[in-house]
């Protein structure tokens, strides 16, 4: 299989998109466990997982349109939140990542000693 590795700039917000899912996710299960009904406060986090993980942001793959969105949608929500940008440009930070494309047209998949087949 072959790959084109690319350099790609992404973003600091987007990162901390992961890392928010991640929280949010830690936060809502413990939330919802402690009360029988939703808070008004499990019902806000609730609401930014459905947005981070919903169809509309695409997978988040990273330099995807999908991507993009997630990474708006986190600094808007510490715009919001009120914390200091502290980026390059506003929230954003550019950080070096690494791309792997796999080429269909280059690659191919053999499955070995499977007995069915």
Known sequence: MQYNIEPFRGSIAT??????????????ANAVTLAASPSEETNAWWGHIRV?????????LTGSAG??????YVAESFRRFGLIPAGDTGYFQSVGYVVQTVLPDRSS????????L
């Open 15 to 28: 990162v901390a998109a992961a890392r928010l899912l991640a929280v949010l996710v830690c936060l809502s």
């Open 67 to 72: 991507y993009q969105q997630a990474a708006t």
């Open 52 to 60: 981070l993980a919903s169809d509309e942001f695409q997978g988040r």
């Open 109 to 116: 998949v053999s499955l070995v000693g499977v007995p069915w």
